[in-house]
């Protein structure tokens, strides 16, 4: 099997060049600027990659981890730019597989993040902007979620909107197949199309707001619903106060 090296700047500024079939980088999320902190863990093989969920901060509520909980993905494996994973819409579970084609713009700045120097890069996604710092000494062309792409592993990305971002907390060694029977299992089912699961996305929403419509017939204020995610995939739902009902 093919060997991944990366290099590991460490707080005490001494440099380590590892080899590893397998390797975890560890991020840290934070969301609406520490109003709910998660952590994750991305395992990276040479054929796969998972993207898997391990906590959450204790200065979370605890009806803020029960949304995040509720609302995450179970599964998450990637193959080079193609990710397939569960999407959970009231409750149901649906595999999906989406091919983002995100389209990088590598400046010529550089920053420092988490003792690594990085080179910075933008991108636009499913209605938001990002900035992303990006390690030109590491390289793996990954990172958190479904920012993949560049030159080197990212170290920390962020929404230029500031509700959402990810940090690098650690690199470390896997054992050697930890996650490759799951993927493959989990490889080998029937996935929906993103654009199929946006439109059952959009139908189910509308469909629970006729139902509440018809539930306040006789009362005269106004509700709103809105769905905060990263992905803006049904505009009027995700922005400003939501839909008006």
Same mark, same amino acid.
């Given at each position: 099997m093919k060997k991944?090296? !990366?290099? &590991?700047?460490?707080?005490?500024? *001494? +440099?380590?060049? @590892?080899e590893a079939q397998e390797i975890k980088v560890s991020y840290e999320m934070n969301v609406f600027p520490n109003t709910f902190i998660s952590y994750f863990d991305l395992k990276i093989s040479e054929d796969y990659s998972q993207w898997e969920y391990t906590g959450y901060a204790d200065?979370?509520?605890?009806?803020?981890?029960?949304?995040?909980?509720?609302?995450?993905?179970?599964k998450? !494996?990637? &193959?080079?730019?193609?990710?397939? *994973? +569960?999407?959970? @819409?009231?409750?149901?579970?649906?595999?999906?597989?989406?091919?983002?084609?995100?389209?990088?713009?590598?400046?010529?700045?550089?920053?420092?993040?988490?003792?690594?120097?990085?080179?910075?890069?933008?991108?636009?996604?499913?209605g938001r902007k990002y900035t992303a710092c990006f390690s030109n000494e590491?390289?793996?062309?990954?990172?958190?979620?479904?920012?993949?792409?560049?030159?080197?592993?990212?170290?920390?990305?962020?929404?230029?909107?500031?509700?959402?971002e990810y940090s690098l907390q650690s690199i470390s060694e896997l054992d050697e197949n930890e996650f490759r029977q799951e993927a493959?299992?989990?490889?080998?089912?029937?996935?929906?199309?993103f654009s199929d699961f946006q439109d059952r996305f959009i139908r189910?929403?509308?469909?629970?707001?006729?139902?509440?419509?018809?539930?306040?017939?006789?009362h005269s204020f106004d509700s709103y619903y809105k769905i905060n995610q990263a992905e803006i995939i049904y505009p009027s739902l995700q922005t400003g106060n939501g839909i008006v009902y």
């Open positions: 991944i090296k !990366y290099l &590991i700047l460490l707080a005490f500024g *001494y +440099q380590i060049v @590892l200065s979370n509520s605890m009806e803020e981890v029960s949304i995040v909980q509720s609302s995450r993905p179970r998450f !494996y990637s &193959i080079a730019n193609t990710h397939y *994973y +569960q999407e959970i @819409l009231f409750g149901k579970y649906l595999n999906v597989v989406d091919e983002p084609d995100l389209k990088w713009n590598l400046t010529q700045k550089m920053d420092s993040v988490n003792q690594h120097l990085c080179q910075i890069a933008t991108t636009e996604f499913r590491i390289k793996i062309s990954q990172g958190p979620w479904k920012f993949k792409g560049l030159p080197g592993l990212i170290i920390h990305v962020k929404s230029d909107d500031d509700f959402i493959e299992d989990y490889l080998s089912l029937e996935f929906m199309e189910v929403h509308d469909n629970y707001i006729k139902s509440q419509k018809s539930k306040k017939e006789n």
